[in-house]
């Protein structure tokens, strides 16, 4: 019998590199997969559907929402954002590890409602390299920018009193396979 796969929810602020970090990760892992949420924003450029989110209507979105199809939704910067459920649990049954590479406001409905999931927070650097990531991507519009602003939404506060992470690398999914035995 194959054992069933384990998620990972990868958390933090925009512009922390949650999506860079999972996407390197899964480069050299071929046991894990990287969800594919859905939102309800435009395609920015050179993103394609399928591949980066499915683009969807906010009334397809309201529609899964209806009939149960996300394991968690999420509205930021006035765009709605969600993980479509069937495919995470299809691909945790089939044995593969999933990654989802989501923000703070879906990753604790997930924890709600599948506490056995390995959850990480990515902080960045320093506030003022956040800042600079996010001014640098060009992909706000007027006043888009003050959702995604460090300091003004987000805290990162670690129980021993760092303000920077250690890199962990494959520490961390390490660390999810000894809690839960594998």
């Known amino acids: ?3 069933k796969g384990l998620l990972f929810v990868v958390s933090g602020p925009s512009g922390v590199g949650k999506g860079t970090i999972c996407q390197e990760y899964v480069k050299t892992h071929d046991d894990s997969v990287l969800s594919i949420s859905a939102t309800t924003r435009a395609p920015r450029e050179g993103e394609k559907h399928g591949v980066n989110y499915y683009y969807i209507t906010n009334e397809e979105f309201e529609a899964g929402i209806a009939k149960g199809e996300f394991l968690e939704n999420a509205v930021f910067c006035g765009n709605r ?3 479509p459920k069937k495919a995470v649990l299809e691909m945790l049954e089939s044995g593969k590890n999933v990654i989802l590479a989501i ?3 879906g990753a604790m409905q997930v924890r709600s409602h599948y506490p056995e999931g390995v959850f990480v927070f990515v902080i960045p650097p320093s506030l003022q ?3 600079n990531r996010l001014r640098g991507r ?6 888009g920018s003050d959702h995604r602003q460090p300091g003004k ?3 990162a506060v670690f129980p021993d009193g760092r303000r920077q992470a250690d890199p962990a690398d494959d ?3 390490d660390c999810g396979r000894l809690r839960t035995g594998r």
């Open 171 to 173: 520490a961390v999914c």
């Open 81 to 83: 954002y969600g993980t």
């Open 103 to 105: 923000e703070v406001q």
């Open 129 to 131: 390299e956040l800042e």
């Open 138 to 143: 060009n992909t706000e519009t007027d006043g």
């Open 153 to 155: 939404r987000c805290h």
């Open 1 to 3: 019998m194959k054992n």
